[in-house]
């Protein structure tokens, strides 16, 4: 089961920062996240979301691939599989950026920007979907950030080590 981690910060490069180094410990096996997004409130108030998995990119390339594949082998039916697979891999860029675009993956992009409305202006929060981590190493990578939990579905102990890391106090 996946939990949920919303962590704001005063600085609006922070949760980038952050996110870099949950992404070197990514690399090294320590976390798994399944969907992170980071949110930044500019000093006019408005709301900026990065999505840490660009989906219509994503269902481009599995639909060029699918495309083509199969526009390749209607196109050796009909005698021209190269017609068949550009036509193919055409139709298939097309349809995958459709669905990718319109698909809402991992964390709800309206809970999203209902909490993030919450954030005050001229800081930034980072929303993560952890599906596993090591937490002594994760939380050791993470002391020293100055940060606040404003939302989580770890238990309330794990919350509790979570935010004396992040506020750089001993355990």
Wanted: charged share 20%.
């Amino acid at each position: 089961m996946s939990e949920l981690v919303v962590v704001g910060f005063k600085d609006p490069e922070e949760a980038d920062r952050v996110l870099l180094r949950l992404s070197k410990l990514k690399r090294e096996y320590l976390i798994d996240i399944e969907d992170a997004v980071v949110v930044v409130r500019d000093e006019t108030g408005k709301v900026h979301l990065k999505q840490g998995i660009n989906l219509v990119t994503a269902g481009a390339t599995s639909g060029f691939i699918s495309g083509s594949l199969w526009g390749t082998f209607v196109g050796l039916l009909f005698l021209n599989p190269l017609a068949g697979f550009v036509l193919g891999s055409t139709v298939g860029i097309g349809a995958g950026a459709l669905t990718g675009s319109l698909t809402d993956y991992g964390i709800n992009d309206d809970f999203i920007k209902s909490l993030a409305e919450t954030i005050p202006n001229n800081s930034s929060a980072l929303f993560i979907l952890v599906r596993k981590a090591q937490p002594e190493k994760v939380l050791a990578e993470l002391s020293g950030v100055q940060g606040k939990v404003l939302r989580t579905s770890l238990s309330p102990d794990q919350e509790k080590r979570l935010q004396e890391a992040l506020s750089g106090s001993a355990p």
